[in-house]
């Protein structure tokens, strides 16, 4: 009988042979590096606003306090958001004609609030609480980056379960002193075996429970 | 229509040809056996039979599918399944179907290793059984499942939760069980089919079928050299599936031993579910090989002799079974705990009872009929038996889920189970579909071993 | 690739007893070609299935070895979690998926280091070439020898054959 | 529980495409909005529940609550500790309101004779109308349900002022008798009750006070155990809990009362003729009362006769009985009865008619003579939360407030009175009853809120009167003031209030004597439409979703009536149909039937489920109708029920363990010696392990846990058919087993929630850690892990999980839960569960993390009693013991050591974290010899 296949046909089965196995792991590889880029978490990523509201402008050139917006931020799980009073305190006197504060005016006329783009968004299921964090010595930056820096809020971490896992597994290292907390300019985490150790014992923290599943989800 | 080939007549005198209505006798010529087997592949018109065939079984498969996307569009709440019993038929379905899965490699390779050379003419039979019975109780658990789409997470993949499975769990042992042997009798059942598949190369008439058998068959040139290594490859295959097979079922069985519920956390589970296996998967190849005997005319290939053997095999697991049984309804009074007696008590004379005594019919007394060499020469009388076989095996894993979950500890959550529609279109579906993929195998594939038949062809002109 | 001699034989005893007297005559027997495997043919030949055994043993026991620490680390290091307050380290339940998986991956580094070993897949091979080769897979039994130097001594080999009852005897390349 | 939670399935289907759409086209994901306030609340941190104090009607009668509302919409009822008629706790109609208030079915708009109207337009007919009715042509006729409001009262009495020959007329729908001075007997003081086919424990506005000092007179160390009695002919609360029981049909009950009420009395009284044993029990139970002296109590029920109740009256004061008198406060109106206007209303005499905040045509006097004569009523006007079945008859429909949107006042059972303020403003177009009523009184634009405080505003500064209003709202309790009674006196006589008219008191001619009941879950129809209410388990029959007709066996067996058979109870006056229930133990020749059913105009819930009682006797509020046919129709009913076995026969009985009073139950308080295991230490300690302890002798079965704990944590109602289907998601199941036997029979509750157990058989099985044990004990589940396997709840052999068949709360929801309003009941702390996911009690986990975060922040631990889990805050009696087993003085660990104390199960290893303390019983020795 005949050759039925061409020499190259050798070739192509080996490869096709070959190529069963490789796929298999390539799945896997290709499965967790798209999890993990930032196209699935946002990192990195800018949200645009309604309004161009410049945290570098108000925090870094004009040194505003975290919480003069966020009020809530030490005292409940939400960290709250500035309502439009709060930015007329100030736009009421300067730039009242600003084309750019515009809808803000607009709010405060029509008494409907301003609809900002969330850019740091958990899942439903995640329970996260800003005030337990504040209060036990993690700062704003741990989690937001140095907002004197981004001119629109920008996502600076991933989010995902495995990070947060990282820290609460080792608190100790990403835990500063009061006045720091809300210091924009502190590098996050210090790495000080021994600052961790005693910031552990200076906020009293239980690191028993800290992987429990009932700590975030409920 | 005769095959002649350089002349000279194949078929020597007494010897009847294909076609012919006397039943072939014996086949003594090895290319007696290649005219046999690659026969109704190569030429196309004698299938009238088999498209009736595939055309039910491809119905009941539309109906199999549709039922699922069904089931993942409504949700699992349209079986019959409560809070309180809460497994239903999808898991009776899975052990059933890994049972019957798990015969085909009992025959391929026990029988293999056991030097019982008349398994050649019904093994590559049995081994495609495995195959598409373990691909149909691997979608089962993902039917069972609350939310199916994410049974990936039962596997140890990097994830940026850093979470694993967990491995207590004997699900997570079931997960691998299906896929390992999934994937080995895969590779098995190919490494046995290379040969064959060169001869259908060789002897395919269209360019079509010579490109396909070719390319299958990996350039196959029937080289001493490679016969020795193949040789050597499929026989410690067949030496690991032993203890595959077994560990398997023996997984399935910990999926009910592993547990502290009456009625399920008795020792005897694995190996009495090894057997059970054994038993249904006896059943359902005897099934098959009447139905492909009758189908492709291969009574010369698989003669009555073997009905005769595997009669007596069934009879001595129907016998095993029923020492399982006493086994456990003693070690059930024996234990003296109030608990597993009531649960006794309700497996004979409760709500389920008359499915009970049937099973028990089904199991252990239908097959005493397999002592007597009349019952185990008629072959109705036989696909009869192997019938009930595998409903009475049936019974008892659907039994064996509900008698725990509604008569167990708490009194007051003591419920009962009814099924729905749509257990048995799911149940009667998955056997069209298992229908459908056999029909496929049979139409494109040869059913009997040829190479390791004309082995047996050489020992008996030999002799 | 070589030269050789193709006989074809109608039964195997003509074969086995063809390759008894080739190899007194020290004529080198370079491969045969039967329908299926002749006990003891192919070690004559010179095959050997030790790749396969290797392969299955390292790849089985590799890949439980691979299993069972993925097990251990993910139970005690990677996320250890408090179930039923049983140990993170439950060596009694680890063995079940290695055996499993271990069992699947021998059978399939058998399967690479078994193509590896025959040189499969080879789907274009001179062998095909040869008119004779269809009936190798079916009822006949192929011989190929080298072809001698001389053309008295392929001769001598060509009547040799013939003699021992070789039905056709052609040229072909390996 | 994903983003797609407030969205149906098709929506999803469209978002699904849509943000494949998205994906496909590139760079990232749709956003989502946040959005602040314009004008942020002073002191209101968002996502802070807040707390108010008000209080709940229940047959008009009030008892005091505190409502927890997240940022603005109220989402949990729990009892007001300083108010005297909750004392903390709730009953399940309190819990129950959350699931009213944002019932999509309440009317919202305004009906007028024949359209949509607006309440200008019912403003301007009304004045019309009120100058024909002060000129006497056509006088107002008001028609309530019992009213307690101060304002209210005071209100009509001004109203009757105005437009003179204004009558008012009240009913209680549940047929409670109505005359004048409350009695409420103090059962914490009483060492021998007896109850005459009254129901104290039984649901009513008094249930959750009576349970709680019930339980107090038998838990009490010091004095001596209380022991109750019970007399009665269908299976009530009281008789589930009583000591003794005995079933007699209700003229052998009036036989008994008017015997019993003479010889404690010392006077002589014809012995009633009884069959032996009863005559054996009556003497026991007398020579007991005799012996208690001043502890003795006889409680006489709705169904004796005036001169009966009279009788143990005069019993209760002669022996010095511990029973409060609550006189009704002085100068307020009293209304006539439903007869009276019944009689006017056949009369022709209504011209002008306002029917208030109550149903009449279905649960006063329902049929057809009823209904042709409301629609004759040239002027009706029906106010109410529903367009009901009265409504629909009526001229026009006034959308009424709920409780928790409108300013009141209420007066509970035993006098107290609290001012109810809303939680949220009212999301209709709706008005409160005041505000109606003040429109009649020609107010264009009234205001709840200043009527209300007109009613308790003295002649004081505007400050002080301004700190009295705020301390009061903060309290929850009006103290140290009367309101302002009605200036004017009523117009129309106070007429003698009636008792029920006795004429269904004719001596029954043959036949079975049917005894009406207020429904143990859906009390007298009010909440027909409450979904929570109808799925919950009946305390007895364990059924859902329907009303049953009861029946002794000896009576059912001469029907040859099984369980689930449709029986048809015919009276002289009509007819109705119900699935029987055979009850052991329930009275010869008599039919029980409950209140509540049978509403034609409920709601997509309630309309179409089991039967209305009052069909039998329209128009009477009696709860005894004699003479009654029951035919057997053939057809068949099952009911749903969450409980299919009750028996507890064989070993069974270490489920449930009952002692006498005093003993101890073998085996029990000795601690746990360390077993030696193969196991290794533990996980790292942490300063808390919960755990929690259960009495079943406090018990009474009341199911005010079962929905306190469905409001808590989002727990879906999934219907009538899918509990039929055995999945129930209540996530805390209370058991009800046989105790006693055939001669005597009784029943035993048996709370149920997770067991938490430290070597949980459902966590080592779960193959992606869902189900997972976490450092304080708790075994967690996690519902965004589990992928539905349930292997958990095979496992479980306590059987306390649930599971999500179907998208119960998320997408797939009954009938019309998953409209709009109706979501915002959920607890915003609870993940709403997906289809496919398991969930079961968590011991509220939420709680314990919010009090963990919130000692994380102070740096102080939590204290005993810091963490209380809802069932543990619902629960009147306080069987329920929640704490910190490391904390050596904590209740739980009391209560471990008690002699009582067992664990479910314990031969399992299963080490359970909720443990219980056995049921007691306290038998009377002379009647104890035939039931031990």
């Known amino acids: ?218 | 229509m005769t095959m002649a080939v350089g002349g000279a007549e194949i078929f020597p005198a007494g010897t009847a040809r294909p076609g012919d209505d006397r039943r072939l006798t014996r086949v003594n010529t090895n290319e007696a056996v290649n005219v046999l087997v690659t026969g109704p592949l190569l030429d196309s018109e004698r299938w009238r039979r088999w498209w009736i065939a595939f055309a039910v079984s491809a119905a009941l498969t539309v109906i199999f599918f549709g039922s699922m996307i069904y089931l993942f569009v409504a949700g699992i709440g349209i079986f019959g399944n409560n809070s309180i019993v809460v497994w239903g038929y999808p898991i009776a379905n899975y052990v059933w179907w890994i049972g019957i899965g798990n015969a085909g490699t009992l025959i391929s390779s026990m029988l293999l290793l056991t030097h019982q050379r008349w398994r050649a003419a019904i093994n590559r039979l049995a081994e495609a059984m495995t195959l598409m019975a373990v691909a149909i109780a691997g979608l089962m658990p993902i039917m069972h499942m609350g939310r199916p789409q994410y049974f990936y997470w039962l596997a140890p993949y990097p994830n940026t939760m850093g979470l694993w499975p967990q491995w207590r769990s004997a699900l997570i042992w079931d997960f691998w069980a299906i896929l390992s042997y999934l994937l080995f009798s895969i590779v098995f059942w190919y490494t046995g089919l290379i040969p064959d598949l060169a001869t259908l190369r060789d002897r395919a008439t269209t360019r079509a079928k010579r490109v396909v058998y070719g390319a299958l068959a990996l350039g196959w040139r029937n080289s001493a050299r490679h016969w020795h290594i193949y040789q050597t490859y499929y026989r410690t295959m067949a030496a690991l599936a032993t203890p595959l097979v077994c560990s398997v079922h023996s997984i399935v069985g910990l999926d009910f031993a592993a547990s502290l519920m009456p009625g399920w956390q008795e020792t005897i589970f694995p190996p009495y579910f090894v057997v059970g296996a054994m038993y249904s998967g006896f059943g359902m190849v005897v099934v098959l090989c009447a139905a492909v005997r009758w189908g492709l005319r291969l009574e010369a290939l698989i003669t009555m002799r073997h009905f005769d053997i595997m009669a007596k095999v069934m009879l001595m697991a129907g016998t095993v079974m029923l020492i399982s049984y006493a086994t456990e309804w003693f070690s059930g009074w024996y234990s003296g705990r109030g608990v597993d007696r009531r649960f006794l008590g309700f497996e004979f004379a409760g709500t389920y009872s008359p499915l009970y005594w049937i099973m028990i019919f089904c199991n252990c007394i239908a097959v005493q009929a397999f002592w007597f060499r009349s019952v185990r020469r008629s072959l109705p009388a036989i696909i009869l038996i192997s019938v009930l076989i595998n409903i009475g095996m049936w019974l008892e894993r659907i039994l064996i889920v509900w008698n725990t979950l509604s008569h167990h500890y708490v009194a007051s959550m003591w419920r009962l189970f009814y099924p729905t529609l749509w257990d048995w279109l799911i149940l009667f579906g998955s056997l069209g579909f298992f229908a459908f993929l056999y029909l496929l195998f049979v139409r494109f594939f040869p059913v009997v071993s040829m190479h390791e038949v004309r082995q047996l062809v050489r020992e008996e002109t030999a002799s | 690739m070589s030269l050789v001699l193709l006989a074809e034989f109608e039964r195997e005893e003509a074969l086995v007893n063809a390759v008894g007297q080739l190899g007194e005559r020290d004529y080198r027997v370079i491969d045969a070609f039967t329908p299926y495997e002749v006990e003891g043919l192919g070690g004559l030949l010179g095959a050997s299935p030790f790749r396969v055994r290797a392969a299955m043993l390292i790849g089985g026991l590799g890949a439980a070895a691979l299993c069972w620490f993925v097990e251990w680390y993910s139970a005690t290091l990677g996320f250890p979690f408090d179930s039923g307050s049983r140990p993170p380290n439950s060596w009694p339940v680890f063995p079940l998926f290695p055996f499993e998986f271990g069992v699947l991956m021998a059978g399939v580094f058998g399967f690479a280091a078994m193509l590896w070993s025959t040189g499969l897949p080879s789907l274009n091979h001179p062998f095909f070439d040869s008119p004779l080769s269809d009936r190798a897979s079916q009822d006949r039994f192929l011989l190929a020898i080298d072809i001698p130097s001389t053309a008295r001594a392929r001769r001598t080999l060509e009547r040799l054959l013939a003699d021992m009852g070789a039905e056709a005897i052609e040229e072909a390349e390996l | 529980m994903s983003a797609g939670t407030e969205i149906s399935r098709r929506a999803a289907l469209k978002l699904f495409a849509a943000g494949a759409a998205v994906s496909l086209a590139g760079c990232s994901r749709p956003y989502e909005e946040i959005l602040p306030y314009v004008d942020m609340p002073e002191g209101m941190a968002a996502g802070e529940p807040e707390y108010y104090a008000t209080a709940l009607p229940l047959g008009g009668y009030a008892r005091g609550v505190i409502v927890k509302a997240v940022e603005g919409r109220p989402i949990k009822i729990a009892g007001n500790p300083r108010h005297p008629a909750s004392l903390g706790a709730t009953d399940i109609f309190g819990e129950a309101e959350i699931m009213a208030l944002y019932d999509p079915e309440r009317s919202g708009t305004i009906r007028g004779p024949n359209s949509i109207s607006g309440w200008s337009e019912f403003f301007a007919e009304l004045l019309a109308r009120t100058d024909k009715a002060k000129s006497g042509a056509a006088p107002l006729h008001i028609l309530t349900s019992t009213v307690t409001s101060p304002t209210l009262l005071r209100q009509i009495a001004e109203l009757s002022g105005q437009v003179p020959g204004t009558r008012w007329f009240a009913y209680d729908p549940a047929g409670g008798a109505a005359e004048g001075a409350r009695l409420v007997p103090r059962l914490d003081k009483a060492k021998v009750i007896v109850s005459l086919d009254a129901d104290p424990l039984g649901p009513g506005p008094m249930q959750v006070v009576l349970g709680r000092r019930f339980i107090d007179g038998r838990r009490s160390a010091d004095q001596r155990m209380s022991r109750l009695y019970a007399v009665e002919s269908i299976w009530t609360l009281t008789g589930a809990n009583a000591d003794h029981r005995l079933a007699l049909p209700p003229a052998g009950i009036e036989a008994i009362a008017m015997e019993i009420a003479g010889r404690l009395g010392g006077g002589n009284a014809p012995p009633a003729d009884l069959p032996g044993e009863a005559r054996h029990f009556v003497e026991a139970m007398l020579a007991d009362l005799k012996a208690a002296g001043q502890g003795a109590l006889l409680l006489a029920g709705g169904s004796l006769s005036a001169a009966a109740r009279k009788a143990v009256d005069d019993a209760n004061r002669k022996a010095g009985a511990p029973v409060d008198r609550i006189e009704p406060p002085q100068g307020l109106p009293h209304p006539e009865a439903l007869g009276d206007f019944l009689a006017s209303l056949y009369g022709g005499k209504v011209e002008n008619l306002l029917v208030l905040d109550c149903n009449p045509a279905y649960d006063a006097a329902p049929g057809k003579t009823f209904a042709d004569r409301l629609e004759a009523v040239p002027f009706a006007v029906h106010a109410g939360c529903y367009d009901d079945e009265t409504a629909g008859l009526c001229r026009w429909h006034l959308p009424l407030s709920h409780p928790l949107e409108a300013w009141s006042d209420l007066t509970s059972a035993d006098g107290a009175v609290s001012i109810v303020q809303p939680l949220i403003r009212p999301l209709y177009e709706t008005r409160s009853a005041h505000e109606v009523v003040a429109l009649y009184a020609g107010q264009p634009t009234p205001s709840g809120h200043d009527i209300v405080r007109a009613t308790w505003r003295q002649d004081e500064t505007d400050e002080a009167f301004e700190n009295w209003w705020r301390g009061t709202l903060v309290s929850g309790i009006v103290s140290g003031r009367a309101p302002k009674s009605s200036s004017l006196s009523p117009a129309a006589s106070p007429a003698e209030a009636l008792a029920p008219e006795d004429a269904a008191r004719t001596p029954p001619k043959g036949g079975f004597t049917a005894v009406l009941r207020p429904d143990p879950t859906i009390y007298d129809g009010r909440f027909s439409n409450n979904a929570w209410l109808q799925e919950c388990p009946k305390p007895l029959s364990k059924g859902t979703w329907t009303n049953v007709v009861s029946l002794a066996p000896v009576d059912a067996q001469a029907l040859s009536v099984e369980d689930g058979d449709v029986v048809a109870v015919a009276s002289v006056e009509g007819a109705v149909e119900g699935p029987a229930r055979i009850d052991r133990g329930q009275a010869k020749g008599v039919v029980g039937l409950t209140l509540g059913y049978g509403r034609l105009r409920a709601g997509a819930i309630g309309t179409g489920l089991g039967y209305n009682a009052r069909l039998l006797a329209p128009g009477s509020l009696g709860n005894v109708v004699a003479g009654v046919k029951v035919i057997r129709t053939g057809r068949r009913a099952p009911v749903p029920s969450t409980q299919m076995h009750f028996s507890l026969e064989g070993d069974l009985g270490k489920l449930l363990p009952e002692v006498t009073a005093g003993e101890a139950l073998p085996g029990a308080g000795k601690p746990r010696e360390p077993v030696p295991s193969l196991f290794g230490p533990g996980p790292a300690k942490d300063p808390y392990s919960w755990a929690m302890v259960i009495d079943t002798a406090a018990c009474i079965g009341c199911n005010a846990c079962v929905i306190a704990c469905q409001s808590e944590n989002n727990i879906a109602v999934v219907g009538p058919d899918e509990v039929a289907n055995g999945r129930a998601m209540h996530w805390l199941r209370i058991d009800r087993y046989d105790l006693g036997d055939a001669a005597e029979p009784r029943h035993g509750f048996e709370p149920v929630p997770c067991m938490h157990c430290e070597k949980a058989p459902c966590e080592p099985v779960c193959p992606v850690e869902a189900s997972v044990h976490d450092t304080e004990g708790l075994n967690v589940q996690v519902y965004n892990r589990c992928v539905g396997t349930r292997f958990c709840q095979s496992n479980c052999p306590y059987k306390v999980r649930r599971f999500n068949w179907f998208a119960y709360n998320s997408g797939q929801e009954y009938q019309d839960l998953g409209k709009e309003p109706m979501r915002a009941r959920f607890n915003p702390d609870v993940t709403v569960r997906a289809r496919g996911v398991m969930e079961k009690c968590t011991y509220c986990v939420q709680r314990i993390s919010g009090a963990r975060r919130e000692a994380e922040k102070t740096d102080t631990p939590i204290p005993e009693g810091g963490v209380t889990t809802a069932c543990q805050d619902a629960c009147p009696t306080r069987a329920i013991q929640f704490g910190n087993l490391q904390d050596p003085a904590s209740k739980v660990n009391r209560l471990r050591a008690d002699r009582r104390h067992f664990t479910l199960l314990a031969e399992l290893g299963t080490r359970p974290r909720t443990t219980y303390l056995a049921r007691v019983r306290n038998p009377n020795p002379k009647l104890a010899g035939d039931s031990a």
């Open chain 1, 1 to 218: 009988m005949a050759q039925i296949f061409h020499p190259r046909a050798n070739t192509v089965a080996i490869a096709v042979l070959v190529s069963i196995p490789v796929v298999v792991v390539l799945v896997f590889v290709v499965n967790y590096q798209l999890h993990a880029s930032s196209y699935t978490t946002g990192e990195g990523r800018f949200v645009d606003q309604p309004v161009p509201f410049s945290h570098k402008h108000h925090v870094g050139d004009l040194g505003l306090d975290c919480r003069y917006c966020h009020g809530g931020v030490d005292k409940v799980a939400f960290a709250g958001l500035p309502p439009t009073h709060t930015c007329m305190t100030c736009h009421s006197q300067l730039f009242t004609n600003a084309a750019m504060l515009a809808p803000v005016r607009q709010s405060l006329a029509t008494g409907i609030p301003i609809r900002w783009n969330r850019v740091y968004r958990l899942p439903d299921y995640v329970y996260f609480d800003h005030s337990v964090h504040i209060r036990n010595g993690i700062g704003c930056t741990t989690c937001h980056g140095d907002m004197s820096e981004q001119p629109l809020t920008e996502k600076k971490t991933p989010l995902t379960m495995g990070w947060c896992l990282a820290c609460h597994r080792h608190p100790g290292t990403h835990m500063r002193d009061e006045a720091d907390i809300f210091d924009p300019h502190v590098p996050d985490p210090h790495n000080d075996p021994r600052k961790a150790v005693a910031m552990l014992r200076h906020y009293v923290v239980e690191t028993a429970n800290m992987t429990d599943c009932s700590v975030c989800h409920r």
